[in-house]
């Protein structure tokens, strides 16, 4: 007999004394539990009302299915046929959660791209409000010119700082920063009087073998050429300025690039660090000078984006204090900045001059601004009055680049014609190297921190040891430009003149000095 429930042979057989029915003992349980009445009668039905049935061990009859070989193919087949749709199912929800996870990833990229943009932009809304914060209130009939030009659909940004004749006004030098220049200008004549040739500086003898150490490809191959280098002494980490409109930090101990700073839209023209703070300066030929700030993994996020010159930046340099800079521009300006805030204090144009800005470079002890030109003249400012005091003729071309010696004494300038040494005390040149043809300009000059070389870069790259207005200048080294352009258009003594970082027009950083066993045996 079945069970009325499942119709298979029951186990444990029961008996409903009231129906009579024939149940599998654990199955009338459950329904009982959960229902409390039978199954197919309808009655109320309780455990007391079940009787158990006595049987023989029971042998279960086998399925019909399974009791020929054309049944057996029959269930096989059936399995197969459900395991292919549970398959074909999972298929189909696989590719659901592709597509899903697909779409997902392109919402992530495209939100993070949206959280880029609106942090760049609320960098130069803050660097805008730091200016406006600082800027003198505007005359009323500024205030009318503004309303107007925003009645005209112009933006208020625009015109928001100019003063009358159309010119932008600035705060101005203050009393108390020029009373900060003056004192560090005394204190650091004061050291420079004490200071002596540190026992470390890289010998003569030691530059004679200097040679090729490495070669590094910062830049992109499609946009080749380096155009500026700076290096900062105390991490010993060499950062460039390309033709690829990114500049590069890049640790010459470890040989890795530490950050590809993004952002110029043509040509870095040049690069500096700040010694302190971890502050990086980048001018370039699409007219804006950005201030990079450094963070503890060893990124810079640009912190403000400076835009007062309506030409090529040419040149940046830091005062000593670290607290205040200068770009060159050749729209015949040159502006001075706050480093903290990214205001422009004040910009200095002479009526009386017509040619835009090449070069500058602060004098160490920082109240003497050195600036080149496009045409052929090196001009000296007064810093705190912001007046030229001095200017020096007889170069042919633009004044690439300009240095000053440590001392204070001498100025370095190159040119299309070679390099010119200028005596500061007498305001004359006393001596002039014109080391390359007509057709080949010098492209930049550097002296070492200590004052003591001189190094000169052109179609090749010369190193002379610094003499005296009556004393020669010896060339101690001429290393050529391995490029194959013919062209080294940046150098920069390492610390101690231990090394040189040259730049080329190619993309390859290259770094001269002794190789590891001649350096072991000139120390001993």
Known sequence: MNCSISGEVPEEPVVSTKSGLLYEKRLIERHISDYGKCPVTGEVLTMDDIVPVKTGKIVKPRSLTAASIPGMLGMFQNEWDALMLSNFALEQQLHTARQELSHALYQHDAACRV??????ERDEARSLLAQAERQAPLPASVA???????????????????????????????????????????????????????????????????TQLSSHPLHKTNKPGITSIDINLSKDIVATGGVDSSA??????SGEILSTLNGHSKKVTSVKFVAQNDVFLSGSADKTVRIWQGSED??????????DHT???????????????????LDTTWCFYDLSSGLCLTQVEDPSNSMGYTSAAFHPDGLILGTGTTGATVRIWDVK?????????????????????????????????????????????????????????????????????????GSDIRVYQVGSVKAEWNCIKTLPDLSGTGKATCVKFGTDAKYLAVGSMDRNLRIFGLPEGDDASTES
């Open 311 to 329: 030409a090529e930046v040419q040149a940046v340099t830091v005062h000593a204090t670290n607290n205040y800079f200068v770009t060159a521009s």
């Open 144 to 210: 009318t010119a503004n309303v107007s030009a925003l009645s005209n659909g112009k933006r208020a940004a625009e015109s928001e700082d100019m003063g009358p004749g159309g010119k932008r006004m600035r705060p101005g030098v203050s009393d108390s920063i020029i009373a900060e220049l003056t004192e560090c200008n005394a204190a650091l004549s004061q050291q420079r009087k004490k200071r002596q040739i540190p026992p470390t500086l890289a010998p003569i003898d030691a530059l004679e073998r200097y």
């Open 248 to 253: 590069v930090l890049f640790d010459r101990t």
């Open 115 to 120: 959280i880029v943009r609106l942090k760049k």
């Open 385 to 457: 009055s912001r007046g030229n005091v001095a200017n020096f003729d007889g170069h042919t071309g633009a004044v690439t680049a300009i240095s000053f010696s440590e001392n204070g004494y001498f100025l370095a300038t190159a040119a299309h014609d070679g390099v010119k040494l200028w005596d500061l005390r007498k305001l004359k040149n006393f001596r002039s190297f014109e080391l390359y043809d007509q057709d080949t300009p010098t492209n930049s000059v550097d002296f070492d921190h200590s004052g003591s070389y001189l190094a000169i870069a």
């Open 298 to 307: 060893g990124k810079y996020d640009c912190r403000h984006i400076l835009k």
